[in-house]
């Protein structure tokens, strides 16, 4: 029985279409939770007949009962687990606690560097250029109470020493990002995946 994913989402959802489009079937996409009311991934969600909700300021300002109904719908969709793909809300400790090591992220930097608060989106892209690093690249990772903090389970760097606009930067990152997060994904939902001492070991 292939294991059931939820996908979280805030904007395009280029990652999660490369999910969808994750031919190794490891898994299904049988979920798609937006923070956003207007976002395309919801969209996409629709054109591939995927459930897809809104849990956001404008149906749940209570953001305790946004928690619940979050939790809900997830256990009565039987859902195995979670990836944040683009999502920027914060998830809820009592989340994270309902999923252990099953939540992953996908984070467009080399983690630990130009992570944590105040790093997503362009904003990551805008501090590698400014600080002339001549690698940047993708990381797949857990999911713990932390902002980026969760044990990494895969990286791919990119060569930017030829790119010099954060723009140029944020497409070779997404394009390391679409290719990580389904072979990621791929490894935890048929549980290759081992952590000892906050290193994860890939099973083979
Ligand atoms: C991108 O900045 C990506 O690097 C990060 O989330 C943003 C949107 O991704 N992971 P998506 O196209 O919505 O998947």
Redo the contacts with the bound molecule.
């Keep these: 029985m292939l294991k059931k994913v939820a996908v979280f ?8 279409q490369s999910l969808i489009d994750d031919s190794q079937n490891a898994y299904k996409i049988t979920l798609v939770i937006s923070d956003k009311e207007n976002a395309f ?1 919801l969209e996409r969600a629709e054109q591939h007949q995927i459930k897809s909700a809104y849990f956001g300021k404008n149906n749940f300002p209570d953001k305790e009962k946004r928690t619940q109904a979050t939790l809900q719908l997830l256990q009565e969709m039987k859902i195995d687990y979670i990836v944040l ?2 999502y920027l809300s914060i998830v809820p400790t009592e989340l994270i606690q309902a999923y252990p090591q099953k939540i992953i992220n ?3 930097s080399l983690i630990p560097s130009f992570c944590g608060m105040g790093y ?2 362009h904003f990551v892209h805008e501090a590698v250029l400014k600080a002339g690093v001549k690698l940047s690249g993708a990381t797949v990772h857990f999911v713990d109470e932390g902002v980026d903090t969760g044990a990494i389970i895969m990286q791919k760097s990119v060569d930017i020493s030829n790119i010099h606009t954060a723009e140029e930067i ?1 497409q070779a ?2 394009k390391i ?1 679409h290719e990580i997060l389904p072979q990621a994904l791929s490894y935890l939902c048929q549980e290759q995946i081992t952590i000892q001492e906050h290193r994860t070991i890939i099973l083979q």
């Design positions: 989402v805030s904007g395009g959802g280029s990652n999660l991934a793909a683009g996908i984070h467009p997503y989106g944020a990152v997404l990002e």
